[in-house]
């Protein structure tokens, strides 16, 4: 198992390629000024101790060596044991609509954006619970089984996005099914379903797989993301707003929020519904309700002792640091008479 401890000082991995476009700039404008003077091989002829290769040289060691720097400051680890950990909680499937209407902003800086941050904070908040994804449009699909890995929760939900559902649309029953099959065969009333959408359904009976969800003692909590008046569907191109989305007689597509399909849901299983808002995506509420459910004994393992590795990596930084250092920009004296010697 691997993990960097300080994993944010790998955003400093950007600088590099930053650097490599400026050392770039500098050496083509370097080689125009030399052209301005002359024939550019007769140039460098009539300045024999500047090496422009050793130059390049020199940086791309200089560029290995931050490299190494900024993976040693993030400090990976390695597992280096593993226990059987016991934990009492509940299993939650979270089923995150991303159709087109979710790009919608009347909740900053979008609905489907505001959802991913209110889930990040809800996985901050969980102890000892399982946690699975799910996102849908037209069709559902899962995006994470059932795990206690919120770290990789954390992951899958960055990728989450409206173009990784091919199929446009809101299909709440969709994901429903997805849901109860993702909870496997096990008993018990530990299980909750958490809906977060716009609740436009347009392909399926959602109700009716509610029914068969309180079937099976799993309560489904619905939160309806959007407002009552509605608001148009941007369009972006290359992260660009390029208008809003219309419909096939050239009117403006509207988008607004149907919470009483979503209230109807929640009911049919006792579940709560809760209506976003700039100030509370309402995940909190949720939670407090998913806390009264009998909670059950969780088996799993996981690496509770991780070994530095940082040494490894500031050593080779400083290995580099050390080569470039002793690579000198200009020719010796004593490397050109030895040349000059075999030529004669």
């Not at 934990?87 to 489907?112: F, H, T, W, Y």
């Not at 941050?117 to 946690?131: N, T, Y």
């Not at 954390?154 to 091919?166: A, R, W, Y």
Request: proline share 3%; glycine share 8%; hydrophobic share 45%.
């Amino acid at each position: 198992m691997l993990r960097f401890e300080n994993i944010l000082f790998l955003w400093g991995l950007g600088i590099i390629p930053v650097l490599i476009i400026i050392f770039m700039l500098l050496m083509i404008r370097k080689k125009q000024r030399l052209q301005k003077l002359g024939e550019f091989r007769l140039i460098l002829n009539m300045i024999p101790d500047v090496s422009l290769a050793r130059q390049i040289v020199k940086f791309i060691f200089y560029s290995y060596a931050l490299f190494f720097l900024i993976l040693g400051i993030a400090n990976l680890q390695t597992g280096s044991k593993m226990q059987e950990v016991k934990r009492n909680g509940a299993d939650i499937m979270l089923c995150l609509d991303v159709s087109n209407s979710m790009m919608a902003e009347d909740l900053k800086p979008n609905r489907l954006e505001r959802a991913k941050q209110a889930i990040e904070k809800m996985i901050d908040k969980l102890e000892g619970d399982r946690i699975g994804m799910i996102v849908f449009a037209g069709d559902a699909y899962v995006q994470l089984p059932i795990t206690t890995d919120y770290g990789a929760a954390k992951l899958f939900l960055g990728s989450i996005s409206p173009g990784m559902v091919p199929t446009q649309g809101t299909a709440i029953g969709a994901a429903i099914e997805k849901a109860l099959g993702a909870f496997g065969k096990d008993e018990g009333k530990n299980k909750a379903i958490v809906i977060i959408t716009d609740g436009e359904n347009h392909e399926d009976d959602a109700i009716k797989l509610a029914e068969e969800a309180d079937k099976n003692d799993i309560s489904i909590h619905t939160i309806g993301i959007g407002s009552d008046a509605g608001v148009p569907i941007p369009i972006y191109q290359n992260g660009v707003p390029a208008g809003y989305r219309k419909d096939r007689e050239g009117n403006t597509v509207i988008t607004k929020l149907n919470d009483q399909l979503l209230k109807e849901i929640a009911g049919e299983t006792n579940g709560v519904y809760v209506k976003a808002s700039n100030a509370d995506v309402g995940l909190g509420a949720v939670l407090n309700k998913i806390a009264e459910l009998d909670k059950k004994e969780i088996e799993s393992k996981r690496y509770t002792d991780y070994e530095d590795q940082f040494q490894w990596f500031i050593g080779a930084a400083l290995l580099f640091l050390l080569i470039e250092f002793f690579i000198n920009e200009k020719v010796n004296a004593w490397f050109r008479r030895l040349k000059l010697f075999e030529t004669k």
